[in-house]
């Protein structure tokens, strides 16, 4: 089965400064690989997907980036604010399939 | 995306007692599931909810331990069975709507004593 790897596991920035997250993962018939992030209390909230016809997908300060051959996958948060504080986590599935594979998650903290 | 409540948000329960959570979605769905995510950790797939027919389980999940109702395309309840400690977790039912997107309802955080 696939096998989704992720890390950092905690990433502390200041405010204003990027963060960058990044996943693996093991299965080359996977094409489909969302981003969800979760406050505590809540839970995990779609933010950004991207399909493996494309190599990058962009929206506002949010840019996910796919290296297919490399079977890595980013997630990039340009000019951090305090409320991008959450739980992070990335996955992968083969689309149809429904069957999300979710990375070990990543905490990141911007600080103000 | 669709709207996803469940209920309780939350609930302490003593060990060797069931919870029935419920979940209910604001459109018809085909696809749901129900995930748990221990404290501190990822989400881990329980099982599908197949409307009309039995759930389908990941390993390491059967039936006796979270029996899952789908009477139709926006509701399903999971129960928690004969808990102990180590069932303490949120669970999150999930649905899948445009574009193979799937959503998250707000989750079910269970302390079991």
């Known amino acids: 089965g696939e096998n989704v790897e992720q890390h950092p596991s905690t990433l502390s920035v200041q405010e204003g400064d990027s963060a960058v997250i990044k996943c693996t993962y093991s299965d080359s018939a996977s094409n489909y690989f969302p981003w969800y992030k979760q406050e505590l209390g809540k839970g995990p909230q779609l933010i950004i997907d991207i399909r493996s016809n494309v190599g990058e997908k962009k929206d506002q300060r949010i840019a996910v980036t796919l290296n297919k051959t490399a079977k890595h996958f980013s997630l990039h948060i340009t000019e951090t604010q305090p409320e991008d504080s959450a739980v992070y986590f990335c996955?992968?599935?083969?689309?149809?399939?429904?069957?999300?594979?979710f990375g070990t998650g990543t905490r990141l903290t911007v600080i103000p | 995306s669709a709207v996803i409540s469940q209920k309780p948000s939350r609930d302490i329960c003593q060990r060797g007692t069931s919870l029935t959570i419920q979940c209910q979605v604001d459109?018809?769905?085909?696809?749901m599931f129900w995930y748990r995510q221990q404290p501190g950790q990822s989400l881990t797939l329980i099982a599908t909810a197949n409307q009309g027919s039995e759930a389908t389980y990941e390993s390491g999940f059967v039936i006796d331990k979270f029996p899952i109702s789908r009477p139709n395309l926006t509701f399903s309840t999971l129960t928690v069975s004969n808990m102990s400690p180590e069932d303490s977790s949120i669970y999150l039912c999930s649905v899948v709507g445009a574009a193979d997107t799937q959503y998250f309802g707000p989750g079910t955080r269970l302390t079991v004593l």
């Open positions: 459109s018809q769905v085909t696809m």
């Open positions: 996955a992968a599935s083969i689309a149809g399939a429904n069957n999300l594979f």
